[in-house]
């Protein structure tokens, strides 16, 4: 005897969902497909990204936001440093703190200062959901340092990458709080608890941003494997479909920022690589989405939302990068 549709429905809906639970194990698998010797090439290649350029370039500035956070920044700046942003962008001034130390820093710096100071009750999470979408940015010590040393136009190049990030940030930002001022009209408290929790001694200051930072540079570095191996396996399977080497540079720039700079950077001829390396910049790859979700499982957050607008971020910077050739042609 055949049961009721009305029965049937939530079973259909409960295979979905174990599918899509699913899903993420079932793209890893074709990874075991992979020549053992290309995907441990490009771990190790990865290894050495990791040794020579994203530990030296992040780890510092890691560091330097944990101590500033933790030191009370937000209490230490200018107001007038922070009121023409508060006002242009909606954000309180813990907010507009979080997003400074994001486009100084570079991420993960700036969404963890965020959803550090929603823990602390001192921002809303309307606050923090609008300002995760353009508050992560590479750091300029791994644009103009890393990238720059490498890029067509040397550090003059990173400069300018870094300077994309931050003006199409800053207009992301400025054109989300237009869209929102509609739904908020009322301000932003300043804090939302009642008391300032006392500064620790220097000692421990120190200790806990240092810990904080190691567990941090941990994260970003296992991701980064990871995605060498998945960009090894995407790699291999475009080979196989003759694809030319451009459309492996944008695939690999899509999962995860430092290899996509070093297949951009592979490509050699400027009006290519320039703007490709700019759009990696800007989107910054699935691999830091997928941390800074993993930062924000606790707080509420529209995933596709946020994916969009740093699309949007990375499509900007390539255009405003590709522009950027034909009226100051010495970047190329």
């Known amino acids: 005897m055949t049961a009721p549709l009305d029965q049937q429905k939530p079973r259909r809906g409960e295979r979905a969902s174990r599918f899509f639970r699913l899903l993420p194990f079932l793209c890893a698998l074709p ?23 994203v530990i030296p370039s992040l780890f510092p500035f890691l560091v330097l936001s944990e101590l500033l956070l933790r030191g009370g920044l937000g209490e230490l700046l200018p107001r007038a440093l922070l009121r023409p942003l508060e ?7 813990h907010a507009v703190t979080a997003l400074l130390l994001g486009w100084l820093c570079g991420f993960p710096v700036g969404a963890r200062c965020l959803l550090g100071a929603r823990e602390e009750g001192r921002i809303s999470d309307e606050e923090c959901e609008r300002a ?5 940015i590479p750091s300029p010590a791994f644009l103009i340092g890393a990238v720059g040393g490498r890029i067509a136009g040397g550090r003059r190049t990173g400069v300018m990458l870094y300077a994309l ?7 992301l930002g400025l054109l989300l709080a237009r869209f929102d001022r509609a739904k908020q009209k009322k301000e932003v408290s300043p804090l939302a608890c009642s008391a300032e929790s006392p500064t620790p001694r220097m000692s421990r200051l120190l200790t806990e941003a240092v810990g904080g930072a190691l567990g941090g540079i941990l994260q970003v570095c296992a991701y980064v494997l990871f995605f060498s191996a998945v960009s090894a396996l995407g790699k291999t399977l475009l080979e196989w479909c003759g694809a030319p080497m451009g459309v492996s540079a944008i695939a690999a720039s899509l999962l995860e920022i430092s290899g996509g700079m070093q297949a951009a950077i592979a490509l050699e001829a400027p009006k290519l690589c320039i703007p490709l390396a700019a759009f990696c910049a800007g989107w910054s790859g699935l691999s830091v989405h997928l941390q800074v979700l993993a930062l924000a499982k606790d707080h509420p957050i529209a995933v596709w939302r946020y994916l969009g607008v740093k699309l949007l971020q990375g499509l900007l910077c390539a255009l405003l990068a590709y522009g950027a050739l034909f009226l100051f042609p010495f970047f190329g």
Do not use: H, N
Request: hydrophobic residues 50%; charged residues 10%; proline residues 2%.
């Open 165 to 171: 990030c931050i003006g199409v940030s800053l207009l």
């Open 87 to 93: 006002k242009r962008l909606s954000l309180s001034s």
């Open 31 to 53: 990874l075991m497909l992979v020549p053992g010797a290309e995907t441990a090439e490009a771990v190790r290649a990865s290894l050495a990204l990791c040794y020579f350029s």
């Open 132 to 136: 995760l979408l353009f508050c992560g």
